[in-house]
């Protein structure tokens, strides 16, 4: 058994994740690892979980946020236009 290294919880069935930067984290929950790896809204502090919105290096949790935060947050749009 592993060790969740948010909560501590011994579990049979943790999984890892491996970042791009070279760091492996071990996880009993999506939650857990929701808690320690998604980037923070730069707006409102909630965790960003999906896609989200960036804007000039900046991460936010949507268009909303981001219009509120930067000039060129103006152009963030959350949705995806359709394509032919």
Known sequence: MAQCEVCGNDY???F???TVGGGVH?????ECAIHRLAPICEH???RVV???????????CCAHCARQMSE?????????????
């Open 12 to 14: 049979d069935m943790t």
């Open 16 to 18: 890892e994740i491996r």
């Open 26 to 30: 071990t996880f009993d929950s999506f």
């Open 44 to 46: 409102c502090g909630c």
């Open 50 to 60: 999906g896609h989200g919105v960036e804007v000039e290096g900046r991460f936010f």
């Open 72 to 84: 060129q947050g103006a152009k963030a749009r959350d949705a995806v236009g359709a394509s032919s």
